[in-house]
Antibody
Framework: EVQLQESGPGLVKPSQSLSLTCSVT????????WGWIRKFPGNKMEWMGY???????SYNPSLKSRISITRDTSKNQFFLQLNSVTTEDTATYYC???????????WGQGTLVTVSS | DIVMTQAPLSVSVTPGESASISCRSS???????????VYWYLQKPGKSPQLLIY???NLASGVPDRFSGSGSETDFTLKISRVEAEDVGIYYC?????????FGAGTKLELK
């Protein structure tokens, strides 16, 4: 069974970088697409970007200058880095596996990141 | 960006009755390959979102057949027949036709 788990700091200071890890078990990240989605207080959901089975990436243009998604295939992990964060980046961050055929079918449990000084 | 507009934003349903949630996209989600790239998700309280419906009308694995999806190129409906207590949560529609992938604002389903 595919399982995903996010990890990383729960508190980040404004202007610093947010870094999260998604650890995947039960499935290789060299197949399918692997994305980051966040949910803001108030329920708005935003797709942030993905890294594909080949290592190519695609980002939400609203974040393109601040976001980077990378991976370590040896550890079956992929990573999110979001630079120059502000309080508006406070959200619960989810990693997910998706395919165009079946959508975001597998999600991590989510991790709350608060941006505050 | 493709805007996904959901209605209503909240709905209160008596257990055993049915409920429908509407989602409208600002652009046709019908690809030239014949697939309509709209999806439905449910986030139960304290849980991660789960996939309910993919490609407009296909039931995801493990999802009860009380759930069904239908629609056209820009107007979509999620129907829940015989609502149960476990159906409480926030329902989202989403599109995977083009970057950026977007979601609706969510519809909160509560029980009467």
């Amino acid at each position: 069974e595919v399982q995903l788990q996010e990890s990383g700091p729960g508190l980040v200071k404004p202007s610093q970088s947010l870094s999260l890890t998604c650890s995947v078990t039960g499935y290789s990240i060299t197949s399918n697409y692997w994305g980051w989605i966040r949910k803001f207080p108030g329920n708005k959901m935003e797709w942030m970007g993905y890294i594909s089975y080949s290592g190519s990436t695609s980002y939400n243009p609203s974040l393109k200058s601040r976001i980077s998604i990378t991976r370590d295939t040896s550890k079956n992990q992929f990573f999110l880095q979001l630079n120059s964060v502000t309080t508006e980046d406070t959200a619960t961050y989810y990693c997910a596996r998706f395919g165009y055929g079946n959508g975001f079918a597998y999600w991590g449990q989510g991790t709350l990141v608060t941006v505050s000084s | 960006d493709i805007v996904m507009t959901q209605a209503p934003l909240s709905v209160s349903v008596t257990p055993g009755e049915s409920a429908s949630i509407s989602c409208r996209s600002s652009k046709s989600l019908l690809h030239s390959n014949g697939i309509t790239y709209v999806y439905w998700y449910l986030q139960k309280p304290g849980k991660s979102p789960q996939l309910l419906i993919y490609r407009m009308s296909n039931l995801a694995s493990g999802v009860p057949d009380r759930f069904s999806g239908s629609g056209s190129e820009t107007d979509f409906t999620l129907k829940i027949s015989r609502v149960e207590a476990e159906d409480v949560g926030i329902y989202y529609c989403g599109q995977l036709l083009e970057n950026p992938y977007t979601f609706g604002a969510g519809t909160k389903l509560e029980l009467k």
